[in-house]
């Protein structure tokens, strides 16, 4: 349904890119997303990881769904820094749209 709203539990700081994809792809309006992770948790990485996140399934295309939004909600997890760094998309050339929406929760 539009607007409808849905979440994953909390994903792990250091989570690999196979369990943050299965985490995303468990949402009922992600059919498929393809996750790889960067990093090392060391000095040279920021002590940190970064995830490129490409949602490349259908469900992405159904109009019916209305727009996008992906949250990065922090309540009830382990402090950590989100950031969004950019944003690539082609649903715009389809006339549709995708929003990413980061929330610092204190």
């Given at each position: 349904a539009a607007g409808a709203r849905a979440a994953t539990g909390c994903v792990d700081w250091d989570a690999s890119a196979v369990a943050l994809e299965a985490a995303l792809e468990a949402l009922p309006s992600v059919d498929s997303a393809?996750?790889?992770?960067a990093g090392a948790?060391?000095?040279?990485?920021?002590y940190g990881y970064t995830w490129s996140v490409v949602f490349d399934g259908n469900?992405?295309?159904?109009?019916?769904?209305?727009?996008r939004n992906l949250?990065?909600?922090?309540?009830?997890?382990?402090?950590?820094?989100?950031?969004?760094?950019?944003v690539v998309t082609t649903l715009s050339a389809l006339n549709k749209s995708f929003a990413i929406q980061v929330e610092e929760i204190q």
């Open positions: 393809l996750v790889s992770r948790a060391d000095a040279a990485s920021g469900a992405m295309h159904d109009a019916s769904l209305g727009p949250t990065v909600n922090l309540t009830g997890c382990s402090e950590l820094a989100a950031e969004v760094d950019d």
